[in-house]
């Protein structure tokens, strides 16, 4: 999670302004122009950290957006008189975060790989939009010929031709939009955004619709680099379709990186220290004659030490301690008392012909089953039975071939994953899936938030009270009631699988899918998680698949026993342990059983 | 009529020489798992060597016969003193190192080649046209290129299926920990692929070369076309770059004739169609 920078990051930043501000008092017209352009940088990569660093879209068409607002300026200014600055600005926000909001309407559909080269894709496409059609001179540039004033009663308030002018409003914009994405990023919008980059399949298992908190990222950052976009074009008044070249998205992508992504103040000083290199390099009067006319081979070749020698960025040597100060536990652990909640009728579960087919396979066949409410069962079955795929239809991780699924008479055949999480189905995953670099309590609160989860809810406030309680609850009928401030990553794996359940428990799923919760765990560990279902089924369904034989008959009210990806036998544990055709296809391969049968 | 034959013919000259670029690319990607964004700068390589070479021999297919195991030595080294690192790192590491090589190289080219754009003369043999029809003649350079592409496009493919090469390039792709607990250094396979894309986009660049001559950033836009490629036809996918090529090849040379100002743009508009209709390309594996 996002927390707040360090104080040698804070005094290091302080300074930085108080040298910005006095800039123009001490410096020439070329030294305030420069800085003007590494601000307005500084502004366009910070948005792209909101992709990379924050939700993890590594995004390789953002400077299509810079573009994009730029382009914007030209259109709104007429001929010959100057646009108004809040026409200019506001327009390039708007053609910003319009052209991204339809390119990643696309580009959310793939992921990795696909991903990146789809934003490249959609970048050289606006690129030869702008090169090759006349829509605003073609590949040759347009001029804005009068920069954007803002005029009151025909006295002048505000006129980008004055640099002095000008260079604030750049420096205001940084200000306002690192402390707007710093907001952003710390709401529980923002805390849902890097649960995407941490782990997007558990954020989709817990009910988040994550193509479309995706899709509202990457349109709040095409609309400040259109915002950056716009004022770059007020520096010379001339816009060029290689403000669209793919070379600008590659370059701020390194300062993302260079800088330190997922830190939002970091690529601030990546494009910082990207330009005074670049400057640096091109003087000819510091480093000779030769490596000034060559200077992209210096910035290269940094560029490449770079990204070998230090993954974390510039942001990582600013910040000696860098990891999280773990707060001390706040607060004792509440209502000790578990088995004092009352008794609530969950949801319960059915399938009716549920089949799955994989390419030449069939994975699972024609299973119909009932899973009755508030009941503990169990599904066994030999390696390569199909357990797993089932529970992943059941979670909509999967799609079935043919058949119906249904959560209490609702029919939720087909929906996508994070719809059965909200119809109350939560699910675990074989491995922990957890978020390690959040809190125990982070974990829960992103789980709880699911409830409310109107994708602009940018305050905690309204529902703050209720959802503590809810973690509250997760958390202390789970058994980790004095572990919320502790690190999920440093968790024992016990401890991590118990935090798994309390996630689903605190998202209000009543009916709980489990990947054998109890793989790795210890006798001790096992029993306290075998209690712990028992206790939970006062007021959820549990469907869970589970190898620990003796495991699976302490806890289970009904067995599913599947083979070969058919339905074998479902049953109460004495009669499936008596169950002649369960015994030869199953159980008696396993000596355990032999045991306790 | 006439004009859309010789379209078509242009259309698979294109196609087929792209295609080079693109297979050695999802050649790449598939085995190493990289994002190479410095192949494009091998086509350049390719380009310019054949410059040199061409005015020190002569002849582009004598630059041809030097100049592709020249580029492989490139690629060896390449993959040697940067690519190997990334093999455990995420995209975003893969997509900044192999960018930045790209400004190194691009650079150096200035160092060495410098600004000013070359012709590089196709041999004098091969000079003239050929009168397909009446009325209608087609260069004779070109025609060797589309069967020189085919023959080499032809030989990747039989020694990807039936040598012993082949088969442990394919084992890696599918298994990595497999074939090296099975006792083969999956290091010097992988360098290998590396340095056989490396000459292939070389070879597209050095074949390309007398028809489009050699200018700084030849490989950009062969770059971006062959991830274009490479994303309809599904990653790792030789079959699928083929076609993907073809395709490219066709929309690009009647989009010029017909819609010169979208020509560009309809590449990409196809790649979006592909990419909602087969999120995983073509012939991808989901």
Not at chain 1, 242 to 254: D, K, P, T, V, Y
Not at chain 1, 325 to 354: C, D
Not at chain 2, 86 to 91: F, G, T
Request: aromatic share 10%; proline share 3%; with cysteine.
């Amino acid at each position: 999670m996002l927390t707040r920078p360090n104080p040698s990051v804070i005094i290091f930043f302080l300074i930085l302004l108080a040298g910005l501000v006095a800039l123009p008092f001490l410096a020439g017209t070329y030294p305030v122009k420069l800085v003007t352009r590494i601000i307005i940088l500084a502004t366009f990569v910070l948005s792209l950290d909101l992709l990379i660093g924050i939700t993890g879209l590594v995004s390789f068409g953002h400077g299509a957006f810079f573009g994009c607002g730029a382009y914007a300026v030209y259109f709104v200014s007429p001929e010959s008189e100057a646009a108004n600055v809040f026409v200019a600005l506001g327009a390039g926000l708007a053609f910003g975060g319009a052209a991204a909001f339809v390119v990643g309407a696309f580009a959310m559909l793939t992921r990795g790989f696909y991903f990146i080269m789809v934003t490249l894709a959609a970048g050289q496409m606006m690129f030869s939009l702008f090169h090759d059609t006349d829509i605003a001179k073609g590949s040759d540039g347009a001029f804005v010929n009068v920069k954007p004033e803002l005029t009151f009663h025909g006295t002048s308030l505000l006129d980008f031709s004055n640099w002095h002018q000008f260079y604030y409003v750049c420096l205001l914009v940084l200000v306002a939009a690192y402390f707007s994405l710093f907001g952003l990023v710390r709401s529980p919008f923002g805390r849902v955004l890097q649960g995407i980059r941490a782990n997007e399949v558990r954020m989709s298992a817990l009910g988040y619709d994550t193509y479309r908190y995706k899709l509202a990222a990457f349109t709040v950052a095409g609309m400040l680099a259109g915002l950056a976009g716009a004022l770059f074009a007020s520096i010379d008044g001339f816009v060029t379709p290689e403000l669209f070249n793919w070379h600008q998205s590659g370059l701020a992508i390194m300062m993302v990186v260079l800088g330190g992504a997922g830190t939002l103040y970091g690529p601030i000083v990546g494009a910082f220290a990207y330009a005074m290199l670049e400057e640096v390099l091109k003087s000819a009067s510091i480093v000779g004659p030769l490596i000034a006319d060559h200077w992209r081979l210096g910035t290269g070749a940094t560029l490449v030490l770079a990204v070998l020698m230090s993954p974390d960025g510039l942001a990582g040597l600013l910040c000696w301690k860098r990891r999280r100060v773990i707060r001390a536990s706040s607060g004792a652990p509440q209502g000790g008392n578990i088995s004092s909640r009352p008794v609530r009728v969950a949801k319960g579960l059915l399938t009716r012909g549920l089949s799955k087919n994989f390419v030449g396979l069939r994975a699972i066949s024609d299973i119909s089953i009932g899973f009755e409410a508030n009941k503990v069962h169990a599904i066994i079955g030999p390696n390569g039975a199909g357990k797993t795929t089932f529970i992943n239809l059941l979670s909509g991780a999967a799609k079935a071939t043919a058949g119906r699924i249904m959560i209490d008479h609702r029919d939720v055949t087909g929906w996508p994953a994070h719809r059965i999480a909200r119809a109350g189905l939560g699910r675990s995953f074989q491995l922990t899936n957890i978020f390690p670099r959040f809190s125990v309590r982070e974990n829960c609160a992103l789980a709880a938030q699911t409830h409310k989860a109107s994708l602009w809810r940018l305050r905690d406030r309204p529902y703050q009270a209720q959802e503590a309680r809810a973690v509250d609850r997760a958390l202390s009928v789970a058994g980790l009631g004095d572990r919320g401030d502790a690190v999920a990553g440093n968790l024992s794996n016990g401890e991590q699988r118990q935090l798994e359940i309390a996630m689903l428990i605190a998202s209000g799923a009543d009916l709980l899918v489990l990947d054998e919760p109890l793989a790795g765990m210890g006798p001790e560990e096992t029993q306290r998680v075998v209690a712990l279902l028992r206790d939970l089924v006062r007021d959820h369904t549990i469907i869970l698949i589970e190898h620990d034989m003796d495991a699976v008959f302490a806890v289970a009210d009904t067995l599913t026993v599947l083979v070969q990806g058919k339905l074998l036998a479902q049953g109460r544990p004495e009669e499936i342990r008596a169950d002649q055709a369960v015994l030869e296809a199953y159980l008696g391969h396993q000596a355990k059983v032999g045991a306790v049968a | 009529m006439s004009l859309i034959f010789i379209q078509l013919l242009n259309g698979l000259q294109s196609g087929l020489l792209i295609f080079l670029a693109a297979s050695g690319l999802t050649l790449v990607f598939g085995i190493l798992g990289v994002i190479n964004l410095s192949h494009g700068s091998f086509y350049m390589l390719g380009a310019y060597l054949a410059l040199s070479l061409t005015s020190a021999f002569g002849d582009v297919f004598l630059a041809l016969a030097l100049g592709i195991p020249l580029a492989f030595l490139c690629g060896f080294l390449i993959e040697f003193l940067f690519i190997r690192h990334l093999y455990n790192r995420d995209h975003l590491q893969q997509v900044l190192l192999t960018f930045a090589l790209i400004l190194v190289f691009n650079e150096l080219q200035q160092v060495v080649w410098g600004s000013y754009p070359h012709a590089i003369p196709a041999p004098s043999y091969l000079a003239d046209s050929v009168r397909l029809t009446e009325g209608l003649s087609y260069p004779v350079y070109r025609l060797a290129l589309m069967a020189i592409c085919l023959a080499l496009a032809l030989a990747m493919v039989l020694v990807i299926q039936k040598t012993r090469v082949g088969r442990l390039i394919r084992a890696a792709e599918s298994n990595r920990e497999m074939v090296e607990a099975l006792g083969f250094d999956s290091r010097m396979i992988f360098r290998l692929v590396f340095a056989a894309g490396t000459a292939l986009a070389a070879a597209a660049g050095m074949l390309a070369a007398p028809i489009e001559s050699a200018y700084p950033g030849v490989g950009d836009r062969v770059l971006i076309v062959s991830f274009v490629i490479v994303v309809i036809g599904g990653i790792g996918s030789i079959r699928g770059a083929f076609i993907g090529s073809l395709l490219i090849g066709m929309a690009d040379a009647f989009g010029k004739v017909f819609m010169p100002q979208f020509s560009s743009f309809m590449i990409y508009a196809l790649m979006a169609l592909v990419l909602v209709i087969r999120p995983a390309g073509l012939f991808g594996r989901a």
